[in-house]
């Protein structure tokens, strides 16, 4: 379940980084809350099961991506304290 979320955190994360102008304006907003939002719960069940080595390489991809949003530093935060459990980070 844990290495499905991870893989669902990256894809939420390309998707939130990359160029949603296609999505009518008056829906943008409300897409990315929704994405904000499965993407905060992915990574609750995440951090509750310690990480493996081979967890590292597409949760720094997350962690990448929460660090160019201020507002996520507290989850970037997280997702680095977790990955530093695996002694690899």
Same mark, same amino acid.
């Given at each position: 379940?844990? /290495?499905?979320?991870?893989?669902?955190?990256?894809?939420?994360? /390309?998707?939130?980084?990359?160029?949603?102008?296609?999505?009518?304006?008056?829906?943008?907003?409300?897409?990315?809350?929704?994405?904000?939002?499965?993407?905060?719960?992915?990574?609750?069940?995440?951090?509750?099961?310690?990480?493996?080595?081979?967890?590292?390489?597409?949760? /720094?991809?997350?962690? &990448?991506?929460?660090?160019?949003?201020?507002? &996520?530093?507290?989850?970037?935060?997280?997702?680095?304290?977790?990955?530093? /459990?695996?002694?690899?980070?």
């Amino acid at each position: 379940m844990k /290495q499905k979320m991870l893989l669902r955190l990256r894809d939420i994360a /390309q998707t939130l980084d990359s160029d949603l102008s296609w999505i009518d304006a008056s829906h943008r907003r409300d897409f990315f809350e929704r994405l904000e939002a499965e993407r905060d719960e992915a990574l609750d069940i995440v951090l509750a099961d310690p990480p493996e080595a081979e967890d590292i390489a597409v949760a /720094q991809r997350v962690l &990448d991506h929460l660090r160019r949003a201020p507002k &996520d530093a507290t989850l970037a935060d997280a997702l680095e304290g977790w990955m530093n /459990q695996a002694g690899i980070a």
